[in-house]
């Protein structure tokens, strides 16, 4: 096989696009420039326009090779944790190649191209491309696709150099092309989508259909432009088609449903509901999603039964009370929350507490259906029930952070802040890193007067004068909430004084520092903390956090390395999210 065709996989056959928005003025950039002249041989099989587009996909496939490479051995994208064929695909996406030139010589194609990009802005922009799960999920299969097509042109090649190909021969090599071409318009519409040119994408993706009419990917991909920019007819037509492909795939008739579902029209909704039940009785989202249409009709008795059936996830209707319950990692959580709320509308706001009552009295260690009451009778106002059940969670497991906050909201809801901010506080001495995501502690709370009331109590403690290193934590963590985080740091710094060998208040003040923009002293703070303890692994965590925004991608890795390695799971869940292997 020709070595060339493995290098195919990101390339433009028709439409070149202007560089992306990325790329900085030459008087800042630091622009590197790769250039590639390459010569196609045509065959007996090929003509003009088949030479020119495989001709053309080869040369520009050795050019990303060449830049993937680069940006692989020199740059910090080799700790985006892809590997450089993926870069390849993905950056195939962000960068056009331009044709110097191009030249026929009988049945020779010439091919001068290079790429000229800001590699710094390159490497930013990949890394927000890689984020993107769907994009980078979808290129992927874009390069994939590419690369087999461009191969199967090289077998076809050799298959009939010798002994030549009759017209059978000939039809299979000419779709070969087209899948090229199609496949090479289908990239197109990704450079176009990713540069915010929607409708100009859609076309794109609407020439690649033209060459491969039965290509369920394009189709997906059009509908999605057509659904994101509100047009939702073409999009429904596009699912439509996708039906008529595959009319066992109950996906796009929940995709239509929902669109159905926006436009108003709910009868044609619950028919495309009802048919994804009939393909595929397993279905928990289906079965949810014909529930909420039933209840918007006012069918909440049918809406139950479909809200317990995607809760189940079985083909039966569930006999046990206490199995919906359980925790499973099945259980559509959505339709546990609808359930409840449809209960509600029909006057029995305690039903689906009761499941949690049942579960308790045949297994009163089920931590899940402690939980699961206290959510119950937290969203229900019962408060002073919902904390009874938290009580006991946190005599069986005394290390849960997520229990504590809980408890913490439902203390507020009553008034009691002081009893709110110590278990918040203790869940964040369990697991400091959660401050960086939980928020503002006062809006959890609620809207309205509830929530200023939070805030009048977290200043009468933030007026208080401390008496010990506690009291400065509680305060400035009240400071915290109130978005003071320069006298938060202040706070920090006296508990700091007051229990020097406790790094809790290092952490704390490092955090407050990134809370203001400055990684820098989060760094250093968490550097204290472990001078202080080597094995204090969320120090090792929130200084990668640091170090990632600092783009000190290698200092990153390792200390999120070392955090995982030290016990911290949400270390582990970190790596295991960004795909990370040892």
């Given at each position: 096989m020709n070595w060339q065709a493995l290098f195919n996989i990101k390339c433009s056959v028709f439409i070149l696009i202007p560089l992306l928005q990325f790329v900085m003025s030459p008087a800042f950039?630091?622009?590197?420039?790769?250039?590639?002249?390459?010569?196609?041989?045509?065959?007996?099989?090929?003509?003009?326009?088949?030479?020119?587009a495989i001709g053309r996909a080869q040369a520009e496939g050795l050019l990303y090779r060449d830049l993937g490479n680069y940006l692989f051995e020199h740059t910090d994208a080799k700790l985006f944790l892809l590997d450089p064929k993926e870069i390849r695909t993905m950056v195939s996406a962000l960068v056009p190649v331009e044709t110097v030139s191009e030249s026929k010589d009988g049945k020779s194609f010439s091919f001068?191209?290079?790429?000229?990009?800001?590699?710094?802005?390159?490497?930013?922009?990949?890394?927000?491309?890689?984020?993107?799960?769907?994009?980078?999920?979808?290129?992927?299969?874009?390069?994939?696709?590419?690369?087999?097509?461009?191969?199967?042109?090289?077998?076809?090649?050799?298959?009939?150099?010798?002994?030549?190909?009759?017209a059978s021969g000939e039809k299979q090599y000419r779709r070969a092309v087209d899948d090229l071409i199609a496949w090479n318009l289908c990239l197109e519409g990704y450079r176009l989508l990713i540069s915010d040119k929607e409708r100009e994408a859609a076309e794109a993706f609407t020439k690649a259909i033209e060459l491969q009419k039965e290509e369920r990917f394009f189709y997906l991909c059009r509908e999605r432009i057509f659904e994101k920019i509100g047009d939702y007819q073409k999009a429904k037509a596009d699912l439509g088609r996708l039906i008529e492909l595959n009319p066992r795939d109950e996906t796009?008739?929940?995709?239509?449903?929902?669109?159905?579902?926006?436009?108003?029209?709910?009868?044609?909704?619950?028919a495309d509901c009802t048919r994804a039940v009939e393909i595929n009785s397993g279905s928990s989202e289906a079965y949810y999603?014909?529930?909420?249409?039933?209840?918007?009709?006012?069918n909440l008795p049918l809406a139950i039964n479909d809200y317990h059936r995607a809760i189940e996830k079985t083909e039966k209707y569930p006999q046990a009370k206490e199995s919906l319950a359980i925790e499973k990692n099945k259980t559509h959580p959505q339709a546990q929350a609808s359930l409840a709320q449809a209960y509600q509308k029909l006057g029995k706001r305690d039903t689906p507490k009761e499941y949690y009552d049942s579960l308790i009295t045949h297994n009163p260690k089920q931590v899940s259906a402690y939980y699961g009451r206290g959510?119950?009778?937290?969203?229900?106002?019962?408060?002073e029930k919902a904390i009874k059940d938290y009580d006991v969670i946190l005599e069986m497991n005394a290390r849960d952070e997520r229990v504590y906050l809980l408890r913490s909201i439902a203390y507020g809801h009553l008034g009691n802040y002081k009893k709110a901010l110590s278990d918040y506080q203790k869940a964040l001495e369990i697991n400091p890193s959660q401050i960086l995501e939980y928020g503002s502690l006062a809006k959890f709370y609620g809207d309205g007067e509830n929530y200023a009331r939070a805030v009048r109590e977290f200043r009468k403690i933030k007026e208080m004068k401390p008496a010990d290193a506690t009291d400065y934590l509680y305060r400035g963590?009240?400071?915290?909430?109130?978005?003071?985080?320069?006298?938060?740091?202040?706070?920090f710094n006296k508990v700091m004084q007051l229990v020097p060998k406790d790094t809790k208040p290092y952490l704390y003040r490092g955090i407050a520092y990134g809370k203001l923009g400055n990684f820098a002293q989060t760094v250093e703070y968490c550097s204290m903390a472990i001078a202080i303890n080597r094995k204090e692994a969320m120090a090792y965590y929130i200084r990668a956090r640091a170090y990632e925004e600092l783009w000190a991608f290698d200092e990153s890795l390792q200390d999120m390395i070392t955090a995982a390695w030290l016990g911290l799971k949400t270390a582990q869940d970190y790596l295991a999210r960004e795909g990370f292997k040892r």
């Open positions: 950039a630091e622009v590197k420039t790769f250039e590639k002249k390459y010569t196609y041989r045509a065959s007996e099989l090929d003509n003009e326009a088949s030479s020119k001068s191209a290079r790429i000229a990009i800001d590699i710094p802005s390159l490497v930013r922009a990949l890394n927000s491309l890689r984020k993107h799960s769907q994009r980078s999920k979808d290129l992927v299969e874009i390069g994939r696709e590419l690369e087999a097509a461009l191969i199967k042109i090289d077998d076809l090649r050799k298959k009939f150099s010798s002994k030549g190909a009759d796009p008739y929940l995709k239509r449903a929902a669109l159905e579902e926006k436009m108003g029209n709910l009868d044609q909704a619950l999603q014909r529930g909420r249409i039933y209840e918007k009709t006012g959510v119950a009778d937290w969203a229900a106002g019962r408060y963590i009240a400071f915290w909430e109130l978005g003071e985080y320069e006298r938060a740091i202040e706070d």
